[in-house]
C-alpha cells in the first residue's frame, strides 16, 4: 500500500532563506507527483506537477524534483517571503487502475520576517 | 475562468439533518473526488467519480451520499448516520491519470 510522508511536520525559517520540503513515498510505481500549497481555511493550489518520467519542474522561485527509485521528492523555495507561510502538501498518483492520489499530511511553512 | 466551485462556504447542520455540499466544474474533467480534512488527519477520501453515472467508495464513505448525473456536477450528502461531519470538505476534479488534481475552495461544515 503507497503511503505519503512529510518531514518536517512544520518549519520556521527566516525570511529570505532558501528551503528544501522533503516528501517520500513507498512504492515507485506512480504516475506523477504534485506539490501543492494550502492556505488556512482555503482550498488546495497546485504549484508544480512532476511526470514519472521527469526529474524536475520548475515555476518562478519554486523547484520540485523527483527521484523515482529512492521514492523521494524535494520541494525547494529560494528567497522565501512571509507570503509564503502556508502548509505544502505532496501528492502522487499511483499506477494501475486505482486512480486516487495519495497525500502525505503536509509541511507547515512560517516565515518570520 | 474555468475552475470548481464548491458552495456553501460555510454551512451549519442541526443533529439528525441532511445537508448536501455542492460542487460544480466547467474544466470539462471527467474525474471528480471528495474529500475531508481534519486537523491532524490529513485528506481522506469520501467518494470518486471517474465517469457519469458511475462513482466508487472512497476510504471514508460511511454516512456520505454522492450522486454524478452531469459531467460538470458531483453533490455529496452527509446523512444522519454521519456521526461526527465537522469537518473542511474539499472536491476536486481532474482530466486523466497524466494530469493533476484542480481543488475547490471548500466548504466547512458545522453541526450545532
Known amino acids: 500500500k503507497q503511503e505519503v510522508t512529510q518531514i518536517p511536520a512544520a518549519l520556521s525559517v527566516p525570511e529570505g532563506e532558501n528551503l528544501v520540503l522533503n516528501c517520500s513515498f513507498t512504492?515507485?510505481?506512480?504516475?506523477?507527483l504534485q506539490w501543492f500549497r494550502q492556505d488556512p481555511g482555503k482550498g488546495l493550489t497546485s504549484l508544480l506537477l512532476i511526470q514519472s518520467s521527469q526529474r524536475e519542474q520548475t515555476s518562478g522561485r519554486l523547484n520540485a524534483s523527483l527521484d523515482k527509485s529512492s521514492g523521494r521528492s524535494t520541494l525547494y523555495i529560494a528567497a522565501s517571503q512571509p507570503g509564503d507561510s502556508a502548509t505544502y502538501l505532496c501528492?502522487?498518483?499511483?499506477?494501475?487502475?486505482?486512480?486516487?492520489?495519495?497525500f502525505g499530511k503536509g509541511t507547515r511553512l512560517h516565515i518570520l520576517p | 475562468d474555468g475552475g470548481i466551485t464548491q458552495s456553501p462556504k460555510y454551512l451549519f447542520r442541526k443533529e439528525g439533518q441532511n445537508v448536501t455540499l455542492s460542487c460544480e466544474q466547467n474544466?470539462?474533467?471527467?474525474?471528480m473526488y471528495w474529500y475531508r480534512q481534519d486537523p491532524g488527519q490529513g485528506l481522506r477520501l469520501i467518494y470518486y467519480?471517474?465517469?457519469?453515472?458511475?462513482?466508487q467508495k472512497g476510504d471514508i464513505a460511511e454516512g456520505y451520499s454522492v450522486s454524478r448525473e452531469k459531467k460538470e456536477s458531483f453533490p455529496l450528502t452527509v446523512t444522519s448516520a454521519q456521526k461526527n461531519p465537522t469537518a473542511f470538505y474539499l472536491c476536486a476534479s481532474s482530466i486523466g491519470t497524466s494530469y493533476g488534481y484542480t481543488f475547490g475552495s471548500g466548504t466547512r461544515l458545522t453541526v450545532v
Open positions: 474544466l470539462n474533467h471527467d474525474a
Open positions: 501528492a502522487v498518483r499511483p499506477g494501475g487502475r486505482d486512480d486516487k492520489i495519495i
Open positions: 467519480s471517474q465517469i457519469v453515472n458511475d462513482f
Open positions: 512504492d515507485s510505481a506512480i504516475y506523477n
